[in-house]
């Protein structure tokens, strides 16, 4: 099987993205998968989030701009099948940068097209910086599919049709026509708000089997996962957040036919 690459965005900050991609991509390499997780977003929490330190020159800006190869930054982790390309302050230099560039959203495409050509990675999970900017498009043109989490509060569907509408504009002109939305999950649930229930039942009438039957809870243990540098499963495998992430995995793996 050629590997799949999985967006991971949300313009909005602060609804759990980092948190997903992090804990998503640890538990599909608890499942058997080899796993890549792109960190592009230059606040580089997925990079502290599986215990690796904000190191300069350590993360894709120069692979983004031609100059070496992507592949010369991938790093082990020290959970298993798990590996990252981190990320760095740096790399908000990259969108003043790549826009000067020819190709500059297909920037991210080409650097990972040997990385996926190596077939060392089942699957490629990128972390993407809260915004519409030019790396998060350099990600919707490089992945196969597109998973936005949702937090549980009104704001959220304004979020989700901004980018409902970015995916038809990047379909639409070609940058990537094969781009497909894998599904929105719900993050930051808490089922003893009516607010929490409202929100779900409304994204669900909105988008139907695009929900991920998953929802994830709101947990203290999950907050505080990444001040540790590790996943939740590997901080508190009992928890709560570990056993919602676990079966969005598999949630994952079917929808992309890999289970």
């Known amino acids: 099987m050629p590997t799949k690459v999985i967006a991971v965005a949300n313009q909005k900050g602060g609804v759990g993205k980092t948190t997903t991609a992090v804990n998503l991509a640890a538990c599909l390499a608890a499942l058997g998968q080899r796993v890549l997780l792109v960190d592009i977003d230059p606040q580089a929490n ?39 390309v981190p990320s760095e302050v740096d790399l908000c230099g990259a969108e003043i940068e790549l826009s000067r560039l020819e190709n500059h959203l297909h920037r991210l495409k080409q650097a990972l097209q040997p990385v996926r050509d190596a077939g060392k990675h089942d699957l490629i999970v990128i972390d993407c910086a809260p915004s519409l900017g030019i790396l998060t498009l350099n990600a919707f043109a490089a992945a196969d599919a597109l998973l936005v989490p949702l937090q549980c509060e009104y704001y959220a569907l304004e979020g989700i049709s901004m980018i409902h509408r970015v995916l038809g504009q990047v379909r639409d002109s070609g940058v990537n026509p094969h781009l497909e939305l894998l599904g929105v999950v719900m993050t930051m649930f808490d089922g003893r708000t009516r607010l929490s229930q409202q929100v779900l ?59």
């Not at 215990?51 to 031609?66: I, V």
């Not at 929900?211 to 996943?231: D, K, Y």
């Open 46 to 84: 997925a990079t502290s989030g599986v215990g690796l330190p904000k190191t300069e020159g350590a993360s894709s800006y120069r692979a983004l701009l031609g100059e070496g190869t992507l592949a010369d930054h991938i790093l082990p982790t020290a959970f298993e099948r798990l590996a990252i």
């Open 201 to 259: 039942s409304e994204v669900r009438e909105h988008f139907g089997d695009k929900v991920f039957e998953t929802v994830i809870p709101r947990t203290t243990r999950l907050a505080e996962a990444p001040s540790h540098g590790q996943p939740i499963i590997h901080y508190d495998k009992y928890s709560a957040g570990a056993a919602a992430y676990e079966v969005l995995a598999q949630e994952v793996l079917e929808r992309l036919k890999l289970k």
